[in-house]
């Protein structure tokens, strides 16, 4: 197995079994033959074309159209056809940084192949050995990848709030990290992929943080949804990247980032590494 075995699981998506999926001319997703099909229940809110599927024009603002689609995710989650509702607004736009055209379910999101962001941090402490990372594990009872392995905090990026005050406050929502420290947490780029999976596709980016933690503050778990963390040595993390698809599909891609940067993964040890570098970052 090889890193890049990642980079290729997390950019599985092969667009072309997909319809576009547009608002105010602007294409913001991609959508499954079967799932586009459903939305025919609502013609005067989604206009069927030749190869796409059109959010009625005549909504003509942020609050019509966040309005207008509603009832029918609503309606699709009570179906089954959209599950683990959360009631967490996304915005929906094709590029960060855009006014939103509107706002939508989190977890409609992937049925419409609506772009979505979210912050990944990785949490190390320098010791006399090298560098330790805090990996967490999923609670099993969590309605996406449960039990897997995680980055020592990530969360998705709703509406309303910067990538940074979102992650000051998963920092102490899923780590009990006080305000204090967390924001000694600095970014260091982000990483694209587009992920295939039953519901959809993913088409998402992750702003990607460093936090170094003290060596004597252990992460607590606040709201349920992290079973425990460990501190284990980078190297440790590395082979079980490398070795298995036990850590969440894209917490693999945050880390071998961080492997790249702190200079565990080089172009002397690596043959991929150019590969690597690039897959991290997929065009649009």
Not at 59 to 78: H, T, V
Request: hydrophobic residues 40%.
């Amino acid at each position: 197995m090889r890193y890049l075995d990642h980079i290729q699981a997390c950019n599985n998506a092969d667009l072309s079994q997909f319809r576009l999926f547009t608002v105010a001319g602007t294409r913001v997703g991609w959508l499954q033959a079967e799932f586009s099909a459903r939305l025919a229940a609502w013609p005067d809110i989604f206009v069927q074309e030749t190869d796409a599927i059109e959010l009625s024009p005549e909504l003509e603002s942020f609050n019509a159209r966040s309005g207008a689609i509603d009832k029918p995710l609503r309606e699709l989650a009570e179906s089954g056809v959209i599950d683990a509702w959360r009631e967490e607004p996304y915005p929906v736009m094709a590029n960060w940084g855009e006014p939103p055209l509107l706002q939508m379910e989190r977890a409609a999101c992937p049925h419409f192949g609506i772009r979505a962001w979210g912050v990944h941090m990785n949490g190390f402490v320098r010791q006399s050995d090298g560098l330790h990372m805090w990996v967490a594990t999923r609670a099993k009872d969590k309605p996406t990848y449960p039990g897997m392995l995680d980055n020592t905090v990530a969360g998705g990026q709703p509406i309303g709030i910067t990538p940074f005050d979102n992650l000051i406050k998963e920092c102490a929502e899923e780590a009990g990290i006080e305000e204090r420290l967390s924001r000694t947490a600095w970014p260091v780029g982000v990483i694209s992929y587009c992920h295939q999976t039953s519901a959809g596709v993913k088409p998402d980016q992750m702003f990607c943080y460093d936090l170094e933690m003290p060596a004597d503050f252990t992460p607590v778990n606040q709201d349920g949804e992290i079973e425990r963390f460990e501190l284990w040595p980078v190297e440790d993390v590395a082979a079980r990247v490398r070795s298995s698809f036990d850590f969440k599909f894209n917490c693999n891609l945050a880390i071998i980032d961080f492997l790249i940067r702190h200079g565990y993964i080089t172009p002397e040890n690596e043959p991929d590494y150019v590969s690597l570098v690039h897959g991290l970052r997929r065009a649009d």
